[in-house]
């Protein structure tokens, strides 16, 4: 029986001449790996439909002996293709990307974690990255993993506290409007990434890339 989900693709890679391995990023399963069988050839259903931040509705036969199921079809409601050719908007989702695949396994249900990412990635399309994304990205992820700074017992000043506070819960368009301190910014990058290597085990790869430094 075949099975459905909305989803964004956030690897693909070839699995033989003929084939593909799509990782998705769900909003009923989590992160599901699925192969696209036949979709490197010419005449493939799936001819341009599977690439990177490719966003809409899949179907796939679950796999009984492994953790990559067979995708059936693809409806493609969004391709983003403002993104492709802006390097810094493609570090940031590309960071965002490799936070996920940290802090998460396999099909663990996750909606809130869905909900963050194409929300960013919407916002992306039309807008520029900047610093305040990356930290506001941090502190919403580490919030839905259940993770949250204890920011009250921190030794931050206030208007660090305050900025990390209101990144936590506004929207991506009201933190572009946000204007902290130098001071400020620097204080919640290094907040955040002690606390990141502290919880995680080590910050994702592409954090520094992410910010432009």
Known sequence: MDENANGIILRVRPLTESSLIVHWLTTEHGRLGTVAKGARRAKSPFRGKLDLLFEGRLSFHRSRKSDLHTLREVKINATHASLRDDIPRLQ??????????????????????YAIFSTLLAHLDTHPTRPALVYALE???????????????SRLNDGTRDLLEHLAILNWDTITKLKPTRSQAEAARQFLGNFIQHNLGKIPNGRDSALGI
Do not use: C, V
């Open 92 to 113: 940031l989702l590309a960071y965002a990307t490799r936070f996920i695949e940290k802090a998460t396994e396999p099909e663990n249900t996750l909606p809130g974690i």
């Open 139 to 153: 502190i919403k992820m580490l919030n839905e993993l259940g993770l949250a700074p204890a920011l009250d017992e």
